[in-house]
């Protein structure tokens, strides 16, 4: 298991928690908040790592986003959301994409690109009455609009931690909405 440095830690706790003690989620809610936690950690890792550790830290982010993707609920009711997630968590996806674009760079940026379909169907679809789920997943698209597998050009290591960031925000806002009733 890969530990983080001393002075990287995942967002606070509170970040992810109802706005009330009495507001304890239900047992869906409180897994999604753990893979946010999980999730959150690893990008923060692939922050503090520098080349040619960013590549593995950024498939453990990748890894860790396809498992809160999963973890989201209604994400199995969602089309393509399951799917997505699944594919986030695969080496053979994962590996396949990098061989086509011969680039783990490429894989990782494809990646974020499907993410990326993945919360916009969430958020057209059950979080829709989510002012904050649109804003929060149309700032990741944008992040993940600037990635450019298909050209050939990778992105720079400060591109793909950007999205990354986005990502980690609008999982938050889709988990801040559940737990609100938005």
């Not at 009330?20 to 989620?25: L, N, R």
């Not at 799917?83 to 061989?99: H, M, N, P, R, T």
């Amino acid at each position: 298991m890969l530990a983080p440095p001393a002075d990287i830690r995942p967002p606070a706790a509170a970040q992810l928690e109802p706005d009330s003690p009495d507001d304890e989620p239900d047992e869906a809610l409180r897994a999604f908040r753990d893979a946010i936690a999980a999730y959150s950690e690893a990008v923060r890792w692939a922050e503090a790592a520098r080349r040619p550790r960013l590549e593995s830290r950024g498939r453990l982010a990748i890894v860790r986003l396809g498992k809160a993707l999963d973890k989201a609920p209604f994400a199995r009711t969602t089309a393509g959301v399951s799917q997505i997630a699944g594919g986030l968590q695969s080496d053979a996806v994962w590996f396949d994409v990098a061989a086509r674009y011969a680039s783990f760079r490429a894989a990782t940026e494809h990646a974020l690109r499907d993410a990326s379909s993945a919360m916009q169907a969430l958020a057209a679809g059950p979080y829709r009455g989510s002012s904050r789920v649109s804003a929060a997943v149309r700032e990741f698209r944008a992040e993940t609009a600037r990635l450019h597998p298909a050209d050939r050009v990778p992105a720079s290591d400060q591109q793909i931690l950007a999205a990354l960031r986005a990502s980690e925000r609008a999982l938050i806002a889709l988990y801040t909405a559940l737990a609100r009733g938005e």
